[in-house]
């Protein structure tokens, strides 16, 4: 019989009102490789609770042989429906502790999904952040599934249960229209954004 012990440190950074998450960070292993991965904004997910989004990930991340993983968004907003007109907007404090976090990180995986596609607004955030990151562009990496897709949220049913990490490149989309509010966000099962052939492996 083998008995096996296993400690997880866990830190969550909120704003003082606890409106708004920056970081909710999760390490059981110190001596392996650290990953941070970039969504669109926080929901229920907090030092001790689990939503769907953070135990895909954590799955995910612990089978690729991470030993912790810190997880940030685009908008800091604790909120189940981000609202692109109210809510997308440059952060400052957000991207601050972002850069910290990607100082540290071996890995930086961007995995937004494709919200970007249709809102202006948010694509404006996004490429905020990215130039943000230009010093870790080493790093950057975003989701691919088994078939080569990529651009994925963690929620997306294709890469739910298999990760693939490859070089992250900027989605070539098409001129969105102005926001409304029909532009909310609704659902974060996102499906991926066009692949691009020949990617190399992060």
Sequence with gaps: ?????????????????????????????????????????????????????????????????????????LVSKMTRKLSILDDMQIEEDNFACIVKAAQKADKVIVAWGKIGETSIRTRMVQDALIARLEPFKGKLCMIASQSSEAGFHPLAPQIRFYWDLVNYERPQYEQPHEETEASDTKDRSEAPVKPVPERKKA
Aim: cysteine-free; glycine content about 2%; hydrophobic content about 40%.
């Design 1 to 73: 019989m083998i008995s096996e012990k296993l400690l997880m440190r866990t830190e969550a950074v909120y704003s003082d009102d606890k409106t708004r998450r920056y970081l909710l960070h999760r390490e059981w292993d110190a001596k392996k490789p650290k990953a941070l991965i970039i969504m669109t904004n926080p929901s229920t997910a907090g030092s001790i609770a689990l939503d769907f989004t953070t135990m895909y990930i954590l799955n995910n991340i612990t089978q690729l042989d991470f030993g912790s993983v810190a997880i940030a968004n």
